[in-house]
C-alpha cells in the first residue's frame, strides 16, 4: 500500500506519515517546508522511517512537479492533500498567494490523480471557515464564551456556504472541486471540514494554531494578542483522533467515497479563548499576558462542529479530551522549548 501525503512535514501531515509507516505503507511526502517547524519534523520521520519512506522537497503550486511526483510514485491507494496556506489574516494581506496555494495548488493534485492514479482514494481537508461568520445564527452570550441558542450538537453539513474572507474563497473552492471531480470525473474523494485541530509537534504562531501558541508563549513569557473579546468558542480535535478519522474514512471508502464531512472535537469538547487564557497557569506554571485587537474579518464568535454524520458512517468518535490533549500539548512544548525558541527566533 502506497500513500502521497502533501504537506507531509507540517503538523498534520508528519503525524499521518508516522502513523502510516507504523501500519506498513509506503508513503510519499511532499513539502515546500515553508511552514516554521516543517524542517524540524522533516528530520523527525527521517528519523523513524524506514526504507518505506519518501520525501520529495517540492510546491504543490507547480503543476508540473506535482505530475512530476504522481507519474513517479503511482499507482497510489491514498492520498491526503494537507498542503495550504492556513491563517485568514494572511490572505487578506496576499489573496493571490492564498489562492495559488489553495485552490490551484488543490486543482493541480486533482489533475494528477485523474492523469495518473485515479483508482487512488483522495481526502482533503478543508475548514469550517468555509461556512463565514455565521451571523444567522442565533448565538448567547456569557460570562466567558458564546454557544449556539438552538444548535446543541453544533454545525452540521447542511449549513449555507458562506465564502467569508480571501482564506474562507480559495479553501471553499477548492472544497468545490473536490467533490465536484467525485461527481463528474468519478474520483473517490472526501472532503473534512476541519475545526480547531491541536497537538504535539504544532509549532504555533499568531495567526495560526492559536492553541499551541498560547500555551508556548507562557513558556516564553511573551504577550499574545486576542482578536475580538476573547469569548469566541471552537471545538476542539486532538491531532490524534484526527488521524484515527482520517484512516476510519479511508477504510470505509464505500461509504465515505464523494461526501464531506464536519470533523472536529464536537459539542464534549468546547473551549473558548479566556477559559484557554485561565487555564494556562494551571498547564504552565506561569500566566498569559495578554492584549485585545479589533476582531479579524469573517471570525466566527462560535464554531462546534456537528460530528454525527461521520459517526453514523464509520463509528469514529473523539476519544482525547481537551484537558487531556492540553496536558500532552504543554508537554511537549515543555521539552521542546530549546528548538521552539531556535524556530522563532529567540537566543537561548
Known sequence: MKAII??????????????????????????????????????????????????????????????????????????????????????????????????FGTLNVLEAIRKYSPS?????????????????????????????????????????????????????????YVRDYSRIYGLKTCVCRQSCIYGTRQFGVEDQGWVAWFIIAA??????????????????????DLIEAFVGIYKADDRTSGKIYNLGGGASNTLSVKELIGSIPKLTGKKLDWASADWRPGDQKAYVSDIWRLRDDIGWQPTITVNEGLEYLTDWAKNNLDHIKHIIGIRA
Open 6 to 103: 502533501t504537506g507531509a512535514a507540517g503538523f498534520i501531515g508528519c503525524h499521518l506519515a508516522s502513523r502510516l509507516l507504523r501500519d506498513g505503507w509506503e508513503v510519499v511526502g511532499i513539502d515546500n517546508l515553508s511552514r516554521p517547524g516543517s524542517a524540524l519534523n522533516l528530520q523527525w520521520l527521517h528519523e523513524i522511517g524506514t526504507e518505506r519512506w519518501f520525501f520529495d522537497y517540492g510546491d504543490v503550486r507547480g503543476s508540473h512537479e506535482v505530475d512530476l511526483l504522481f507519474e513517479r510514485h503511482s499507482p497510489v491507494q491514498l492520498v491526503v492533500h494537507l498542503a495550504a496556506q492556513v491563517a485568514v489574516t494572511t490572505s487578506v494581506m496576499n489573496p493571490r498567494s492564498d489562492f495559488e496555494i489553495n485552490a
Open 219 to 240: 513558556l516564553l513569557g511573551r504577550p499574545v494578542m486576542v482578536y475580538g473579546d476573547g469569548k469566541q468558542v471552537r471545538d476542539l480535535l486532538y491531532v490524534g
Open 120 to 176: 487512488a482514494y483522495l481526502i482533503f481537508a478543508s475548514t469550517n471557515k468555509v461556512y463565514g461568520g455565521l451571523e444567522s445564527i442565533a448565538m448567547e452570550e456569557r460570562s466567558e464564551r458564546y454557544q449556539f441558542s438552538m444548535l446543541p450538537a453544533g454545525i452540521s453539513e447542511d449549513q449555507k456556504l458562506d465564502f467569508h474572507s480571501p482564506y474562507g474563497c480559495s479553501k471553499g473552492a477548492a472544497d468545490q
